[in-house]
């Protein structure tokens, strides 16, 4: 059967009607992409009508994929748009790079936020998100760990974590440590096996009460593992989080830096600073004969963050050890201090820490006598 086209699609949208007039003649579709039958799209809407809105994008959904060879739809309702005005507009005065601003909640007791993201999966986000916090951790800073990935969590196997968090009231979880890291994750909840099966608004839902609904203490530092991509989940934590600042993350070929490409542009939008790209997979060295193999290409990703003007927060190897080390729940930065390995991610989370510090910091002001 045929895919659908991008034509076909934005015809049978004209049927979806916001009051007096279709969804299409008010240019409220965006983002529209059509891959192997599964279509993805945005509508933007007034931030305000956002809860009212729903049976309008679940109409969206159905009419597209009443089209024939259509196997999925994904509509969101997104507010970029007015919020990109809203950035625009003239202001009294300067604001930080990394504001609240708007809507963003501040998470009581944690002092910075940092969203692990990358533009596509396995990649090994997941992988250094975790490593990165247990190097925080490892230079004396109060961590979290927030796993942001509802379909697929990783930080319970990774960190070696399989009880359920704890409450004292019936309403504020207790997040579980290990590692001298506070941790939260849905995978804490449900079995390994169980899927996800939950729409958009559902699972932004669960993301705030992930990281609201948490005594987290008294944190220096909130690593938070996104979902891969850059759908809603993503863009909604980047509107509504006030993140200090994103790692990207990303391997080398082509391939995987256009995706890393998509999501640094988004953190950019919502007015969020790219902390810097870390290239994974970067190369491997065989265990056996020390011969160095550039499996997926090298350097890309130091060069791409030249291009678009970000800082280049280092290499991290294609190794076994972070493999196996990962997937016994004991992450190598912190069971092997030691290693190489280890090392770099420590390297990274100390320029890290270095360009959120100097993101934070007042800029000088000059002063006329």
């Not at 207790?174 to 506070?182: C, D, E, K, Q, T």
């Not at 559902?202 to 609904?213: G, N, P, R």
């Not at 950019?268 to 600073?273: E, Q």
């Amino acid at each position: 059967m045929a895919e659908p086209t991008e034509q076909s699609i934005l015809e049978a949208l004209h049927a979806v009607r916001d009051g007096d007039s279709d969804i299409i003649s008010r240019n409220m579709v965006s983002g529209l992409a059509v891959r192997g039958g599964h279509v993805r799209f945005a509508i933007e809407v007034d931030p305000a009508r956002g809860a009212a809105l729903e049976p309008l994008r679940q109409m969206a959904e159905r009419v597209v994929g009443a089209l024939p060879g259509v196997l999925s739809v994904t509509a969101v309702l997104t507010a970029e748009r007015a919020m990109q005005a809203k950035q625009a507009a003239p202001k009294p005065q300067a604001r930080p790079e990394a504001p609240t601003g708007e809507g963003r909640k501040t998470v009581p007791g944690v002092k910075h936020i940092i969203a692990v993201a990358s533009g596509k999966g396995g990649v090994g986000k997941s992988t250094t998100a975790v490593n990165l916090a247990l190097a925080f951790a490892a230079a004396g800073r109060k961590v979290g760990l927030l796993d942001a990935d509802i379909y697929g969590p990783s930080v319970p196997r990774m960190m070696g974590i399989n009880r359920r968090p704890e409450s004292k009231d019936g309403k504020t979880l207790i997040p579980p440590v290990n590692f001298g890291i506070a941790c939260m994750s849905i995978g804490f909840m449900i079995g390994e096996d169980t899927p996800m099966i939950w729409r958009g608004p559902m699972v932004m839902s669960a993301l705030q009460q992930m990281l609201y609904d948490v005594d987290w203490g008294q944190r220096d530092v909130l690593v938070v593992d996104l979902p891969p991509g850059t759908g809603d989940a993503q863009l909604t934590m980047a509107q509504r989080v006030p993140l200090a600042g994103a790692v990207i993350v990303s391997t080398p070929q082509d391939i995987a830096l256009i995706d890393a490409r998509k999501g640094l542009n988004m953190f950019r939008k919502v007015s969020v600073p790219v902390l810097g790209i870390v290239e994974n997979m970067s190369f491997f060295l065989c265990p056996h004969c020390g011969e160095r193999s550039e499996i997926f290409g090298h350097g890309g990703a130091r060069e791409e963050a030249g291009k678009l003007g970000v800082p280049f927060l280092g290499e991290v190897p294609l190794h076994l050890d972070i493999r196996t080390t990962s997937d016994e729940g004991t992450p190598i930065v912190a069971t092997r201090p030691e290693a190489p390995q280890s090392q770099i991610y420590r390297q990274i989370a100390e320029r890290v820490w270095a360009e959120l510090d100097g993101a934070q910091r007042p800029k000088p002001r000059i002063v006329v006598q």
